[in-house]
C-alpha cells in the first residue's frame, strides 16, 4: 500500500466547473506538496503547507493534520488546467518524500 | 523556466551503451535529487545529494550511479542498462534549511528509451 493514496486516479470535467482531488497519507510528514505535471513531463510545484489553506488564483489546498488529509480545488476550471496533479508528502526527515500516482485531469470546453 | 535544467530531453539506448543525464541548477540550492517515473506509479526517488551528504534508495540498481561534483551539477551514469529502465528521469532541487525549506523545484525530466 502506498503512503500516499489520491483520488479520483482520472477527472474529466466541462469548462467553469469546480474540482477537487483528494490526498490521504500515513507517514508522519513536515510538509504536504501539490505538483502539476503537464505533457512532456515538466513538474511544477503549486503548494507547500504544513497546516490550514493556501490560495493562489483559482487554486485552493487545504489540509487537516489530524485526519491526514489534503484537497486540492480549483474553481472555474479551465482547458489549461488540464495536467496531472501529483500529491507528495515530506517527511519528518526532510529528505524523504512520499509521492501519490497522480490524478490525471481533463477539463473540456 | 524552473531553474533546473536537463539534458538530453530524450535518450535511447541499446542495453550495452554508457550514457550520462545532466542536470543543472541555477537556484542556489544545496540539494538534489533524481527521480524515476514510470507509467502509472509514483514517482520513485533514487537518489539525493544534499549538504554533502548522498542518500540512496537501496532498491536502486548499481548500473545507475549518481556524481554531484558540486551544488549545482547532478549526474546519472547509464551503464548497461535494461528495458525495464525505460522512464521518465527526473531531476529536482531545494533549499534545506529556511522559510521554504523542502519545496521542489524539477526539470523539465529525460525521457529515457532501452532497447
Known amino acids: 500500500k502506498n503512503e500516499v493514496e489520491q483520488s479520483p486516479q482520472n477527472l474529466t470535467a466541462q469548462e467553469g466547473e469546480f474540482i477537487t482531488i483528494n490526498c490521504s497519507y500515513s507517514?508522519?510528514?513536515?510538509?504536504l506538496h501539490w505538483l502539476q505535471q503537464h505533457p512532456g513531463g515538466g513538474i511544477v510545484s503549486l503548494f507547500m503547507l504544513s497546516s490550514g489553506k493556501k490560495k493562489h488564483g483559482r487554486l485552493i489546498a487545504t489540509i487537516n493534520i489530524q485526519e491526514k488529509h489534503s484537497s486540492l480545488h480549483i474553481t472555474a476550471s479551465h482547458p489549461r488546467d488540464s495536467a496531472v496533479y501529483i500529491c507528495a508528502a515530506q517527511g519528518n526527515t526532510g529528505n524523504q518524500f512520499y509521492f501519490g500516482t497522480g490524478t490525471s485531469l481533463t477539463v473540456i470546453p | 523556466e524552473t531553474g533546473v535544467t536537463q539534458t538530453p530531453r530524450h535518450l535511447v539506448m541499446g542495453m550495452t551503451n554508457k550514457k550520462s543525464l545532466k542536470c543543472e541548477q541555477h537556484?542556489?540550492?544545496?540539494?538534489m535529487y533524481w527521480y524515476k517515473q514510470s507509467a502509472k506509479k509514483p514517482l520513485e526517488l533514487m537518489f539525493v545529494?544534499?549538504?554533502?551528504?548522498?542518500?540512496e534508495n537501496n532498491s536502486v540498481p548499481s548500473r545507475f550511479s549518481p556524481e554531484c561534483p558540486n551544488s549545482s551539477h547532478l549526474f546519472l551514469h547509464l551503464h548497461t542498462l535494461q528495458p525495464e529502465d525505460s522512464a521518465l528521469y527526473l531531476c529536482a532541487s531545494s533549499q534545506r534549511g529556511g522559510p521554504h525549506t523542502g519545496e521542489l523545484f524539477f526539470g523539465e525530466g529525460s525521457r529515457l528509451t532501452v532497447l
Open positions: 507517514v508522519g510528514i513536515s510538509a
Open positions: 537556484l542556489g540550492h544545496n540539494a
Open positions: 545529494y544534499s549538504l554533502e551528504e548522498r542518500v
